[in-house]
């Protein structure tokens, strides 16, 4: 029924209404940035992914800092030195603080990913899964509250 029989019918030739050039390129352009956009998405989710993961990382790296802070801090308040115990930990404040600003950068790179996503056509469920993760270093402080401390 949706066939149409062209000039040639008479010699048995049958062509599809929907077989015009143009439609076929139609076809193969949308697919293409279908294809296109999947691909986008894809690279967006695996940068997401190991930015995750250098957040992880960094907040491990947070935490070896931390506890090379209380080995290093012991002898120094055990003699009641205020000065040597501040010195330490001033030193390792310093390292945390450039973690967290390196965390930050992540977690903003993540958000522009997120927002690059879902203009590429990401639906917000799949955005909401990629950033679920990230909020476990909201616990931290970003960048500008370190530099803010810092000036203080």
């Known amino acids: 029924m949706g066939k149409a ?3 040639g019918a008479a010699s048995g ?4 209404e929907d077989s015009e050039p ?3 390129r ?3 352009r949308r697919a293409s940035k279908r294809l296109s956009v999947a691909g986008t998405k894809m690279s967006h989710t695996l940068k997401i992914q190991q ?7 960094a907040e491990n790296k947070i935490a070896a800092v931390k506890k090379d802070l209380g080995a290093e801090i012991y002898e120094p308040l055990e003699k009641g030195d205020a000065e040597d115990y501040m010195q330490v930990f001033n030193e390792h404040k310093t390292k945390i603080d ?4 390196e965390i930050d950068k992540r977690r903003h790179e993540i958000e522009e990913l997120v927002k690059a996503r879902a203009e590429a056509g990401a639906t917000p469920d799949d955005s909401a899964n990629l950033t679920a993760n990230v909020k476990v270093v909201e ?3 970003t960048a500008e509250k370190v530099t803010a401390e810092s000036a203080e």
């Open 98 to 101: 450039e973690i967290i600003v």
């Open 13 to 16: 030739a049958e062509t599809n």
């Open 51 to 57: 930015l995750k993961a250098e957040i992880l990382l």
């Open 139 to 141: 616990n931290y402080p």
């Open 22 to 24: 143009g439609r076929g």
């Open 5 to 7: 029989f062209s000039k």
């Open 26 to 28: 139609e076809l193969v």
